[in-house]
């Protein structure tokens, strides 16, 4: 736990978004190797984030962020590889 701490202290917010990012798709991972199905992860996920920012922020302005999460879905913002079709 050290070695996490040393590395929060050093990072910047960009740095720790990306290792809070590492950290969820570590145990998305594992709950899937233990034959959790991903769209049950993906919900729990979700649910988890919205409760978390609603604790911190309230509803009204999580509502309003989340009006804009078609638009960046559509922009490609939360994909993390592109796939050809």
Known sequence: ???????????????????????????????????????????????AALSELITTYGEEPVAVMCQRLPDRVRAGEFTLARSRQ
Not at 11 to 16: D, L, M, Q, R, Y
């Open 1 to 47: 736990m050290q070695i996490i701490a040393d590395r929060l202290t050093d990072a910047n917010p960009a740095e720790e978004k990306q290792l809070a990012l590492q950290f969820l798709r570590d145990a998305w991972e594992e709950a899937a190797y233990e034959g959790v199905d991903r769209d049950c992860i993906a919900t729990a996920a979700i649910f």
